[in-house]
């Protein structure tokens, strides 16, 4: 195997990814077709810098043209996106899609008409003892694109709601190092949950074996730190100053309580701690992390006002939090970062080209640019009052809403009318 498509191949891409990379997709003749074109739609592309009136045209799993017009007659099939938004397939950075596997997981191809996602990261779902199940039983069938990071607890949330921490002999560095070595293209790092209610009195012993799996892994592998009630305030502090650049801070605007009802998150009696605005400012990544409990919108005010925005937004969706009145599907929760200030670009940036650099998976994902996987979330602009609810019963109100409409994954349309053969990848 050529070193060129050895790396398309560890890039994770799919195989759509290896045409592009080793340019093995031919030149379309004057009589070839694109095999699907999404028509009519304005195209919101932030990795581009592009938001106009343009269509879609889709070879071969590949995203081939976009134009201002391409002519039905050159489509074998049109999507019509008119009076719609097409936007790169969204990246959720953190979700939880393993299901049977998982004690929370939800099958990920099932929640895309109301979540318009082409890309999911299990977020812990799997630890050492369980990810080749993940791997091999859950995403290799899955049409919606997946990665993973793998928990410190050697059983990852299988034993959900027990505590997979309270227990630190199931935080086992070198089989969860090894996880991580083994498998470049589907794990990016190591997920470890840090509430009080999952580690009790254990303080940082958890996120340092996190972190010592990713070094010993001899990988660029990032941590990805659960936050939401910890222990103590000084504790917050520490986890914080020990997080490195390209680490993710998950929950980052969580107001949930400790086992004692005090409020220990990086915002307290409205200040933002000043650890955390040193670990955004040497990049820590910030990433929203919904979920069910874990999204505070008057910690997210007061974070975002004293230096401390988000770098992405994701969903926490899981078979509990999707159930929740906050509604944590992706372009919900996009959503309600409107009324907060934020430009619907900018909102589109976060659960796009952001997430999927945080990733290492620009530019081929999260953006709509030629050559990249045909991943395309169309959707619909809902103009009108409306309120929403955040996971501590507060709420904002806006004036419009994105709601998924149609999504394209590696240039296959999920739903009706099926396509044959179903998938191209």
């Not at 995203?63 to 097409?86: M, Y």
């Not at 993940?134 to 997946?146: D, P, V």
């Not at 993710?248 to 605005?277: E, M, R």
């Not at 953006?367 to 955040?390: C, H, I, K, R």
């Amino acid at each position: 195997m050529g070193e060129l498509t050895r790396r398309a191949w560890l890039g994770g891409v799919s195989a759509a990814g290896i045409l592009a990379a080793t340019g093995a997709q031919a030149a379309m003749g004057p009589d070839d077709k694109f095999d699907l074109v999404v028509k009519g739609g304005e195209v919101i592309d932030p990795s581009q810098s592009l938001r106009a009136k343009r269509d879609l045209g889709i070879r071969f799993g590949l995203i081939a043209a976009i134009e201002a017009d391409l002519p039905a007659a050159r489509a074998q099939r049109v999507l019509d996106a008119s009076g719609k938004l097409v936007l790169p397939g969204l990246v959720d950075l953190h979700a939880h899609t393993y299901p049977y596997g998982s004690a929370i997981g939800i099958p990920a191809d099932e929640t895309v008409p109301f979540a318009g996602t082409t890309t999911v990261v299990s977020a812990g779902d799997a630890g050492a003892n369980n990810l080749a199940a993940l791997r091999r039983h859950i995403a290799a069938q899955t049409r919606t694109r997946m990665f993973a990071f793998v928990h410190i607890a050697n059983n990852g949330l299988s034993g959900f709601p027990v505590a997979e921490l309270y227990n630190l002999d199931h935080a086992q560095v070198e089989a969860c190092a090894r996880a991580v070595a083994e498998n470049p293209d589907f794990v990016l790092g190591v997920k470890v949950r840090l509430s009080e209610n999952v580690i009790f009195k254990h303080g940082l012993e958890p996120l340092k074996r996190a972190i010592q799996a990713c070094e010993l892994s001899g990988r660029p592998a990032k941590v990805m730190a659960h936050i939401g009630g910890v222990e103590t305030a000084d504790l917050m502090g520490r986890i914080l100053d020990l997080l490195r650049p390209g680490d993710i801070l998950t929950h980052c605007y969580s107001g949930a309580p400790n086992i004692a009802g005090q409020f220990t998150n990086i915002v307290q009696d409205g200040k933002l701690l000043p650890a955390a605005l040193a670990a955004k400012r040497r990049g820590v990544i910030f990433d929203i992390g919904h979920g069910g409990g874990s999204f505070d919108f008057t910690v997210a005010e007061a974070a975002i006002a004293q230096g401390a925005p988000p770098d992405t937004i994701s969903s926490d969706l899981h078979v509990f939090s999707g159930n929740t009145p906050g509604l944590p599907f992706l372009p919900w929760v996009m959503s309600k970062f409107l009324p907060l200030g934020f430009s619907l670009e900018q909102v589109v940036a976060m659960a796009t080209s952001a997430p999927a650099r945080v990733i290492d998976r620009d530019p081929k994902l999260g953006t709509l640019q030629v050559g990249a996987p045909g991943d395309v979330s169309v959707m619909e602009w809902v103009e009108g009052p409306v309120s929403f609810v955040d996971t501590r019963n507060n709420t904002r109100n806006g004036t419009a809403y994105l709601k998924p409409a149609q999504t394209v994954n590696t240039g296959v349309v999920f739903g009706r009318p099926y396509q044959s053969p179903f998938a191209v990848r």
